[in-house]
């Protein structure tokens, strides 16, 4: 199997078993992707897109729709009035909890699947593959 068919499937399968075991009511998998990936002390709306390979008007979409569920406020910047940028609020970062507490969940289920001497191993090259793939995500075209 090549790379490129390897990480395809590896999307596909992650993406099968965050939305089969994530449980949040009428949510889409991007606003769960979106509100994985906002800090606590907020991000620009930029910078946001590009973490979730999306357009900004698409992001800007999907943040407005977060917002009138009222799990983010978005905030203009006083600097630089072309900035805005998104802040989780007490809902947002409620719902943020639980979705980490399930991401661990399908984590632990990962773990004990994997054979103990393995699993630092998996661990740093799963890592190693992240910070590759993050950085193809950022770099310019």
Do not use: C
């Not at 805005?84 to 773990?111: H, N, S, Y």
Request: glycine letters at 6%.
């Amino acid at each position: 199997m090549r790379y490129g068919e390897l990480l395809n499937s590896l999307l596909i399968n992650l993406h099968g078993v965050f939305k089969k075991n994530i449980m949040l009511d009428n949510v889409s998998f991007q606003k769960i992707t979106a509100l994985s990936v906002i800090p606590i002390d907020g991000i620009e709306m930029s910078p946001l897109s590009i973490r979730l390979g999306i357009d900004n008007s698409t992001a800007t979409r999907l943040i407005i729709g977060m917002e009138k569920i009222g799990w983010v406020n978005r905030v203009t910047s006083k600097i630089d009035k072309r900035v805005t940028q998104v802040f989780l609020t007490e809902k947002g970062i409620d719902i943020q909890i639980d979705l980490e507490k399930q991401i661990d969940a399908i984590g632990e289920e990962v773990a004990v699947q994997i054979d103990p001497l393995d699993r630092q191993k998996i661990i740093d090259n799963v890592s190693n593959l992240n910070w590759i793939l993050l950085r193809l995500s950022i770099r310019k075209k």
